[in-house]
């Protein structure tokens, strides 16, 4: 006997023969003690209970691999129950934290008490990065290694924080030795230096930042990172790619790298998006012209890109109204990521299966998660229904993030998450959390030897 049943719902499956190929199917899926047990046909089996998924589309959960939850120290910001709520309604059932709070997640015992608040209080799978820095760089191979922790991240230039490593001996040390994954933000820190005059040019406004942080602060940043990292023959994963240039770079690394973009930078173009959202859109790296936006959708469509993450960067509205540049750079997103990524799939610009191989099976594949990140038997049971036809608006009511506002406020969508299903229990359906103490648990991951 099953303890749920979700019902002719077209699914999202690895081809029989071909499990590198995604599928779509109508076929029912077993649930039992939070995995799943079977796929088939089980209209005669018995349930405790079923859901139909009639005309919905059941993708594997999907996982957001960059947020920022702000706890410990920010939580005026943001924290790790309100990130999370946030994530579930966006149909997002695990998600990879950053290492920039306060104090920031440097040693075993900061990732240990990130672990320890996100066991009270997650509502959805959780991992944390370990940031890396001088004075812990020598020790990363070991903390890395530490039970839920997706990997090492590293601020070759400075975002909200003070954690940027530029120095080459440093950089060396970090990326001797490793085992795990290191996630990049690249951007030169002496470049981004010598040109932050830039951005206090007249008239001051957040246009400039696409100016002062130009692409080839980025560039520079990753081909240097590159080599280092091929020196050391370590992988690496660079976050939020925003320029054409590196494209064009890393599509001869790929042996080496993976490549994540945002929804924003496939969403917004400067110099529109800076008039009509001003500094709350602006972010590191910046949002750029529309001929970057058309290379990035270019290497998402060709199969360069490896995963979308939202880079959930809540600030107040307070912060933001600040003026440029005292204003920070980031913006909330885990909630909108897959109603803006849907919407994008309405108007042609990708398919499902790519999008659920961006969402769900590549970063399970790339940062090694264990059974999860597919629909198959014996993996969890975490799920996000969407219905591809809805037509929804995004109000800053449904928002749950502490700072409860998004660029995307007033924004209509074709395409919405429906039910948000974690170890076979319904979470959140139709935007209504069913379960405000329900808990999600640690990400387990294949590289971690216990
Ligand atoms: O714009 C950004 N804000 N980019 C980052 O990489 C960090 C983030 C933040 O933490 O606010």
Redesign the pocket.
Known sequence: MFDLVLKNGVCLLNHPQNPKEIIEEQIDIGIKDGYIKEIGSLSKSSTAESLDCSNLHVLPGLIDSQV?FREPGLEYKEDIQHGTLSAIKGGITAVFE?P?TNPATMTREALDHKIQIAQKKSHCDFAFYLGAGKGNASQLNEIENRPFCCGVKLFLGN???NLAVDNEETLNIILKNRNRMTAI?SEDEQRLVSRKHLSEQKPLRAHNHPVWRDPESALISTKRIVGLARKYNTPLHILHISTKEEMEFLKDHKDLVSIEVTPQHLTLAAPDCYDRYASYVQ??PPIRDESHQKALWKAVTSGLVDTIGS?H?P?TKEEKEKPYPQS???MPGTQTLLPLMLNHLNQKRLDLKTLVKLLAYNPAKRFKIKNQGQIKVGYKAHFTIVDLKAKRKIESKWLASKCAWSPFEGWSVVGWPMVTILYGQPIVREDEVLSKDFLGQGIEFTDIST
């Open positions: 920022h950053m920039n975002s909200t924080g933000h972010m590191n880079d960067a600030h920070p750079a980031g």
